[in-house]
Structure formats: structure tokens, C-alpha cells
């Protein structure tokens, strides 16, 4: 039984580019949450999804940062026309019913924008 | 004032030393999270508490939820243990965020 699983572990975009991250649950979690940690700073809380549905976004930046989780498929965290300042450590974690049952943290994705 | 405050931010050890951090809030919580991460790693859950004390081999952790205190203690430490520990409180309210402390990076020397 794997654990939560991100994919890359390693991004590297330019100034511009659209930057794609993904992370599969463990299985049998249909709870995902996203977090960002950036240089230097502590952990930040993003979004929160189920399946088909975002139930709190209140971390997520207004603009170019967007998150989904499907019916099939991982959760997809997408952040378009990067900026340098979106360079950070950004993980996934995931819970069976919901935040009260504990999390399982994935390695995190490092995104570098140059 | 932070939502969160945990000290020490750092603290140097030498091998097989009782290891103390501790972690204040200040806002309701339903439950308490204990998280490890290692340099370039990823995070690593290590407690989950809503009361009272939870250990799990070298690892203690308490909560007093009247005090709003949460600690958590390693007995006779070891270089491996050497990791940033973060306090992660989970409010009554705000369901499924949680808040972090700025974690307390340890170092053990052998």
C-alpha cells in the first residue's frame, strides 16, 4: 500500500510557464489537502479537496493557482504564468473521511522558477 | 502575535539527551498534530492528539488542552533525530485546515 504519492519530485519553469503537480492518495483517502513551504518560511495551508469538490480554498492565491481533484485520476494542483515567487516546496496530504482521522504527508514537489 | 508559538527554534543535543519542545496556541482546537521533517524531505506525521499523552517508541507527546500546551519529548536522543519538528494545531472551526508552528530545528551530535 503506497503512501500519498506527488509526482515530480523536482520541477524546474521558467518565468511564464505553466507548472502542473500532482498527487495520488493513499488508497482509500478521498481527502487531499495542499500545502506550500516556502524558503525560509513554515508550512502554509492551500485547499482542501474530496473527490469532484473543493471544500475550502481559503489559502489559495486569487490568481493563477487553481486545484482539482476527479472522479479518476490524481489531484492536480496547477499554477499558470509561474513567477519566481511561487518557487517552494509544495506537498500533498491525504486522509480517509476527512481531517479528524489524521493525515498522511506525501515527499513534497520542489518547484524552481527561474 | 502568532496563532502559534513553539520553542526552542533551535536546539543542539548531544547524543542521549531527554529532549524537550513545547508549543502554545491560541485559538480553540479539535485536535494536535506532531510533524517531522528531514532537510530536503518530506513531511512525516508523527502524533495526532485531541487529549492527554500519546508515545510511540522514543516519542512522547502531551496536550493540555486547558492550557492550550502541547509538548513533545524524545527520550535518549539520537543523531537520526535530528529533523525539524512542527507543531500543528487543527481548529474547532476551520474543519480542515491546520496552523503551523515555525518548527524547531534539532540537532543531535553523537
Known amino acids: 500500500n503506497a503512501g500519498v504519492m506527488q509526482n515530480p519530485r523536482h520541477l524546474v519553469r521558467r518565468r511564464g510557464q505553466e507548472a502542473r503537480l500532482r498527487c495520488s492518495p493513499m488508497?482509500?483517502?478521498?481527502?487531499v489537502y495542499w500545502y506550500r513551504q516556502l524558503p525560509e518560511e513554515g508550512l502554509k495551508f492551500m485547499v482542501y479537496?474530496?473527490?469532484?469538490?473543493?471544500?475550502?480554498e481559503s489559502g489559495m492565491p486569487k490568481e493563477r493557482f487553481s486545484a482539482e481533484f476527479p472522479k479518476e485520476g490524481p489531484s492536480i494542483l496547477r499554477i499558470q504564468q509561474v513567477v519566481r515567487g511561487d518557487s517552494a516546496a509544495y506537498f500533498c496530504?491525504?486522509?480517509?473521511?476527512?481531517?479528524?482521522?489524521?493525515?498522511?504527508f506525501g515527499s513534497g514537489t520542489r518547484l524552481t522558477v527561474v | 502575535k502568532n496563532e502559534v508559538e513553539q520553542s526552542p527554534q533551535n536546539l543542539t543535543a548531544q547524543e542521549g539527551e531527554f529532549i524537550t519542545i513545547n508549543c502554545s496556541y491560541s485559538?480553540?482546537?479539535?485536535?494536535l498534530h506532531w510533524l517531522q521533517q528531514h532537510p530536503g524531505g518530506g513531511i512525516v506525521s508523527l502524533f495526532m492528539?485531541?487529549?492527554g499523552k500519546k508515545k510511540h517508541g522514543r516519542l512522547i507527546a502531551t496536550i493540555n488542552i486547558q492550557e492550550k500546551h502541547s509538548s513533545l519529548h524524545i527520550t535518549a536522543s539520537h543523531p537520526r533525530d535530528s529533523a525539524v519538528y512542527i507543531c500543528?494545531?487543527?481548529?474547532?472551526?476551520?474543519?480542515?485546515?491546520?496552523?503551523f508552528g515555525e518548527g524547531t530545528q534539532l540537532t543531535v551530535n553523537p
Open positions: 500543528a494545531p487543527q481548529g474547532e472551526t476551520s474543519g480542515s485546515r491546520l496552523t
Open positions: 496530504a491525504s486522509s480517509q473521511s476527512g481531517p479528524r482521522y489524521g493525515y498522511t
Open positions: 488508497k482509500g483517502h478521498s481527502h
Open positions: 492528539l485531541s487529549s
Open positions: 485559538v480553540g482546537i479539535s485536535a
Open positions: 479537496l474530496q473527490k469532484e469538490n473543493i471544500i475550502d
